[in-house]
């Protein structure tokens, strides 16, 4: 890290960030003389937290369910689709005739017939 801190900024990093070429001099300049000593300083300076792993499941869990959702969502569609490609129009005639036999409401009938 320290010899990382040492090297001289190369034209692709000044042009990255945009560093104004009045200040490419000076900060290239700058270099850690004392090794051991510029890195017990950065490591005594470092900030070290731990994760809160509760929000990071519950993340990692609602990811899962989307991707779940997602899958059943493009499944249902595959279905559907197959369906109609091969007599859709039949199934729904069988739909309505079962319709008038059970209770199915009104609205999980016209669901059904809408995919």
């Given at each position: 890290?320290?010899?990382?801190?040492?090297?001289?900024?190369?034209?692709?990093e000044?042009?990255?960030?945009?560093?104004?070429?009045?200040h490419?001099?000076?900060?290239?300049?700058?270099?850690?003389?004392?090794?051991e000593?510029?890195?017990?300083?950065?490591?005594?300076?470092?900030?070290?937290?731990?994760?809160?792993?509760?929000?990071?499941?519950?993340?990692?869990?609602?990811?899962?369910?989307?991707?779940?959702?997602?899958?059943?969502?493009?499944?249902?569609?595959?279905?559907?689709?197959?369906?109609?490609?091969?007599?859709g129009?039949?199934?729904?005639?069988?739909?309505?005739?079962?319709?008038?036999?059970?209770?199915?409401?009104?609205?999980?009938?016209?669901?059904?017939?809408?995919?």
């Amino acid at each position: 890290m320290i010899e990382g801190l040492n090297a001289d900024l190369t034209a692709d990093e000044i042009a990255s960030v945009g560093i104004p070429s009045q200040h490419v001099g000076p900060l290239n300049s700058i270099k850690y003389k004392n090794r051991e000593e510029a890195a017990t300083q950065i490591l005594a300076r470092a900030t070290y937290y731990a994760p809160n792993f509760t929000k990071v499941f519950e993340y990692v869990n609602a990811i899962h369910v989307a991707d779940v959702r997602a899958t059943e969502k493009r499944m249902l569609a595959d279905f559907v689709r197959e369906r109609m490609a091969t007599g859709g129009l039949e199934i729904l005639k069988a739909l309505k005739a079962l319709k008038a036999f059970t209770s199915t409401s009104d609205k999980h009938y016209s669901t059904l017939q809408a995919a």
